[in-house]
């Protein structure tokens, strides 16, 4: 059986920057992508502002150019998902939920995080009858209609923003009396008509027969209770690591992210963690990108002393 020198297991802005740069260094390796579309969570941001060198692009797009700059420079991939990894010995194996197995020297783990859930009644009932996680994925069918997003980071001020575009109304809730999202996107919230800004306030209860109806909500000073009349509701209350694979074995922080320092060494030989999965203090795409980078260096120097 073929053992490649690498294998990548996630195709965001960590992956693919990893992917071209182990294509640079000439290496034999494969990256593995979960989704038909690459991109990871990027391609779910309508707008990215803070990208070096292409101001004011959107997240399809800035996915698009990560996976088409890896193509052209010949970078393999797969469409898979892989269910388990196998890294007690030299040669690792990656055994995906097809049957197949991939032998490899070295793995990246560009898995990236997932969306939290509120963990509220109503919320698994209705998801995708109104419960949703991604405004730029689903904004489009509440056009005209009234619509909720829970959050006080980035992403829901975005969110928002994106929404009040084509919604009749957007009610942002939010648990606190400030927001933790960048003030210029603050600002652009506070002036916007079309945003009523709900503070200290929680949601409880989300209800609908086959679809999101309303809300019950609740004020946290007070505990008082109320009813919101919405179309439908968008999470954005942070992000959890994916970081499943070899769960138990990789050392983790409180929260599951992946310990690993900006070389992206973590305390399995051979095994390197890049992107919004690892433990740091700062996740964005332009962080992303370095890791995938810096891990791809610490791959070379790790099979020249293997």
Not at 15 to 22: N, P, Q, T, V
Not at 142 to 159: C, I, P, S
Not at 266 to 289: C, E, H, M, W, Y
């Amino acid at each position: 059986m073929k053992i490649y020198d690498l294998v990548i297991i996630g195709s965001g802005p960590a992956g693919m920057s990893a992917a071209i740069y182990a294509q640079r260094a000439m290496l034999d390796f494969v990256m593995i992508e979960k989704e038909y579309m690459p991109g990871g969570q990027v391609v779910q941001t309508y707008e990215v502002d803070n990208y070096p060198g292409i101001p004011k692009t959107n997240g399809m797009d800035l996915g698009l150019k990560f996976s088409e700059h890896a193509k052209e420079l010949g970078a393999k991939s797969i469409t898979a998902e892989v269910k388990e990894i196998h890294a007690d010995e030299e040669i690792k194996e990656i055994v995906l939920k097809n049957g197949d197995t991939l032998k490899t020297r070295t793995i990246i783990l560009a898995t990236g995080a997932v969306h939290q859930n509120l963990g509220i009644e109503g919320e698994e009932k209705l998801k995708g009858m109104g419960v949703s996680y991604c405004a730029t994925c689903d904004g489009a069918f509440f056009r005209n209609k009234v619509t909720a997003v829970v959050g006080g980071g980035n992403v829901a001020l975005e969110d928002a923003i994106f929404l009040s575009r084509m919604c009749e109304k957007v009610y942002l809730i939010h648990r606190r009396d400030e927001f933790r999202g960048a003030k210029i996107l603050q600002d652009e919230v506070k002036k916007n008509d079309k945003i009523e800004i709900l503070w200290n306030t929680i949601v409880t209860k989300i209800d609908g027969d086959e679809v999101v109806e309303r809300l019950h909500i609740q004020d946290v000073d007070n505990h008082v209770d109320k009813l919101l009349d919405v179309d439908g509701i968008f999470i954005a209350v942070g992000t959890k690591p994916a970081s499943e694979l070899l769960s138990g074995k990789l050392s983790t922080d409180e929260k599951g992210y992946i310990i690993a320092g900006e070389d992206g060494v973590t305390n399995i030989p051979g095994i390197f963690a890049a992107g919004d999965g690892r433990s740091k203090n700062l996740r964005q795409v332009v962080t992303a990108v370095s890791d995938g980078a810096n891990c791809v260096y610490s791959v070379e120097r790790y099979l020249q002393n293997a």
